[in-house]
């Protein structure tokens, strides 16, 4: 019994920070949604940052999967959106984060680290994959390009749900403005592609256009 309380104190947590905002979102809202006392909810969690932090760690797990890159062979435009949209699933999913991560992070030296880890990550796995386009005759691109169009890869996913609020376009974000930044990023390469690759990416592209 205790560790479904755990579960499902994490799963509220997740689902009240996503659609109110972590800092709009105390320990005692939390148990008041569960029905639970605030004393049941601090046997389990210390306080709202350790929720947090388990929270984070399962977006960690997560990305960390999402970035794994094809082993064994080259890459193709089909790995690409495989990867993004698994990347973009985990962003929705723990969407939180992204929405007030500078507040989130500003106050926790130890998921600051680990954020930057998993950027670290994602730009070494970006760069490998853009890399192995360039090697598969997909894409031309000098090393420079290559370096500079993984940084912009991040950047774009990394700020699409601030990008979002700020331009007001909806009050929440939905999983189709989502879909979006997938879009906004794959079009980052397209310069980039060979005559018949660039063809096959707006092609596939259609299907997110709005």
């Not at 370096?147 to 376009?169: C, D, K, P, S």
Request: charged share 25%.
């Amino acid at each position: 019994m205790s560790k479904q309380t755990r579960e499902r104190i994490l799963e509220t947590s997740l689902a009240m920070f996503n659609a109110l905002g972590e800092p709009n979102v105390t320990t005692n809202h939390i148990a008041d949604e569960l029905g639970i006392s605030p004393g049941n909810l601090y046997y389990h969690y210390r306080n709202k940052d350790d929720i947090v932090e388990r929270l984070f760690a399962r977006y960690e797990a997560r990305m960390d999967q999402a970035l794994l890159v094809p082993e064994g062979r080259l890459p193709n435009l089909e790995d690409v959106w495989l990867q993004l949209h698994l990347v973009f699933e985990c962003m929705w999913t723990f969407r939180f984060l992204y929405r007030d991560l500078v507040d989130i992070l500003s106050r926790n030296r130890k998921l600051k680290q680990r954020f930057a880890r998993i950027l670290t990550r994602a730009a070494s796995s970006a760069t490998g994959v853009l890399k192995g386009l360039a090697e598969a005759g997909i894409l031309r691109a000098t090393a420079d390009e290559i370096r500079a169009t993984a940084e912009n890869v991040l950047l774009v996913a990394t700020f699409w749900l601030n990008y979002h609020a700020v331009r007001g376009a909806r009050p929440e974000a939905t999983q189709e403005d989502l879909t979006q930044g997938i879009y906004q990023v794959m079009l980052l390469i397209a310069p980039f592609l060979r005559d018949a690759e660039r063809l096959h990416l707006n092609t596939l592209a259609q299907a997110y256009r709005r």
